[in-house]
């Protein structure tokens, strides 16, 4: 795998490529994409430059899963016979129930590229020896990972069906210099380290940790806990089964880079649909370029982002970068006495406390007024909740019900962290069975 260019674009390059792209693939979608052909039904024109996309109706993932029920098992949003495909994956199904995603050889191909830009800016290089710490399942990630340092020449260290004190092992034995995990796993399996007597610094070759599946590794202080934990650079990245690998961190560690090459990018409102200007926060859209047999256009990924402006990224490249990377999701806003709160807004908020460990959000209703109930682990023996309350009556103007619980009484996940419980239509209250 060649080094990933670094994209340097000025705008009418940018446009030019994209346009092309865009154009190339309406006209295969069009001509061979059931899904797409009924959706694009009465478009004459074909885009040509990215603002003509503006013109196409939505995609939502909604969508995608009616029409696999309706043409079972896969749908018709493929590009070629069902005879082409050799990889089938699915979406972890967090949100509900999961979504078949099929690849070509050469959409395959293209998630590799895709990784080629996520490895170069963690500066992950041949000679590393990369630790997959995860149970390989139907979750696309870690497979096209995978796929990625077999193009990179880098040896991968595959950990399905090991526990964390094996991982480990395996991380310390084989000299492994690269970690990918979510940041939750990174977290507890620092923990279990420092518990087993391992220094990171003494006992461990890692200097990169690299992070997606959940928000984390860019945010501040999860980021630091991390580092703090392993002694490593912790480096964010971004995807979707249903999209791609579509972004990076960089050295500037501010936020995400669109891959532009292969994606465009849009920022709307979520409410109404309607596009938004640079530096507004909206909901992400995308449109994935290469992934011709399995296509998302303006696809709603749910994400909450607020973009900043081209070319004013300190490491040189003139992608969109997404501040702060995602800020949270749609489907997760709950508002609390005329406050929108994230539940991912926790997270940041509890890596500041060394003490506390995993935590829990929990939406309810009361008295038709939506609340949220927070629990949170801290090995301290004595009451915390008055100091975390203020805290968040600080970050986040809100009062809310806490309820401190002793380590260890959490569940930890080794894939996406299940941290936030809607039971808005239910009769949970605080005191009831767990979420």
């Given at each position: 795998m060649?080094?990933?260019?670094?994209?340097?674009?000025?705008?009418?390059?940018?446009?030019?490529?994209?346009g092309e792209r865009l154009a190339a693939l309406f006209t295969t979608l069009r001509e061979h994409n059931p899904f797409y052909r009924d959706k694009w039904a009465g478009i004459n024109s074909t885009p040509s430059h990215p603002a003509d996309l503006a013109s196409l109706p939505l995609t939502t993932k909604a969508e995608l899963l009616t029409d696999q029920a309706r043409h079972p098992p896969f749908g018709r949003n493929l590009t070629r016979p069902a005879s082409e495909y050799i990889r089938l994956h699915q979406t972890s199904g967090t949100t509900g129930v999961p979504l078949r995603v099929l690849d070509d050889p050469v959409s395959w191909d293209w998630w590799a590229e895709c990784w080629r830009y996520i490895f170069d800016a963690a500066g992950v290089c041949a000679s590393d020896r990369v630790m997959l710490a995860f149970s390989f399942g139907p979750f696309i990630g870690f497979w096209s990972a995978q796929e990625g340092l077999v193009r990179l020449g880098a040896m991968a260290l595959t950990g399905g069906g090991m526990s964390s004190q094996q991982r480990l092992a395996m991380i310390r034995d084989l000299e492994a210099t690269v970690l990918i995990c979510t940041p939750s796993y990174a977290i507890h399996l620092g923990e279990v380290a420092r518990a087993e007597g391992l220094d990171p610094y003494?006992?461990?070759?890692?200097?990169?940790?690299?992070?997606?599946?959940?928000?984390?590794?860019?945010?501040?202080?999860?980021?630091?806990?991390?580092?703090?934990?392993?002694?490593?650079?912790?480096?964010?990245?971004?995807?979707?089964?249903?999209?791609?690998?579509?972004?990076?961190?960089?050295?500037?560690?501010?936020?995400?880079?669109?891959i532009e090459s292969e994606?465009?990018?849009?920022?709307?409102?979520?409410?109404?649909?309607?596009?938004?200007?640079?530096?507004?926060?909206?909901?992400?859209?995308?449109?994935?370029?290469?992934?011709?047999?399995?296509?998302?256009?303006?696809?709603?990924?749910?994400?909450?982002?607020?973009?900043r402006p081209r070319g004013t990224c300190s490491c040189g490249r003139t992608t969109l970068v997404l501040e702060g990377g995602v800020l949270g999701r749609t489907d997760n806003m709950v508002t609390v006495r005329g406050v929108n709160v994230f539940p991912s807004a926790f997270q940041s908020l509890f890596d500041r406390f060394e003490d506390i460990g995993e935590h829990r959000v929990t939406a309810y209703r009361l008295e038709a007024m939506d609340e949220l109930h927070v629990e949170f682990e801290t090995d301290v023996g004595r009451d915390r909740c008055g100091e975390v309350a203020q805290a968040i009556r600080q970050a986040l103007g809100i009062r809310i019900s806490l309820e401190q619980l002793p380590p260890d009484s959490l569940p930890r996940f080794e894939m996406k962290a299940k941290r936030f419980f809607d039971r808005r239509e239910h009769t949970w209250q605080p005191g009831s069975s767990n979420p």
């Open positions: 060649h080094q990933a260019p670094l994209q340097t674009w000025d705008t009418q390059t940018r446009e030019r490529h994209q003494r006992d461990l070759k890692v200097r990169v940790t690299l992070h997606a599946g959940e928000p984390g590794a860019g945010i501040p202080a999860t980021r630091e806990r991390i580092e703090s934990l392993w002694g490593a650079e912790a480096v964010d990245h971004a995807g979707a089964s249903e999209i791609g690998a579509w972004s990076f961190s960089c050295s500037a560690r501010n936020g995400l880079h669109i994606y465009v990018a849009e920022v709307i409102d979520p409410d109404t649909g309607t596009l938004l200007p640079e530096g507004k926060e909206g909901e992400l859209v995308l449109t994935n370029l290469g992934r011709t047999s399995f296509p998302v256009v303006r696809y709603r990924t749910g994400d909450i982002v607020k973009t």
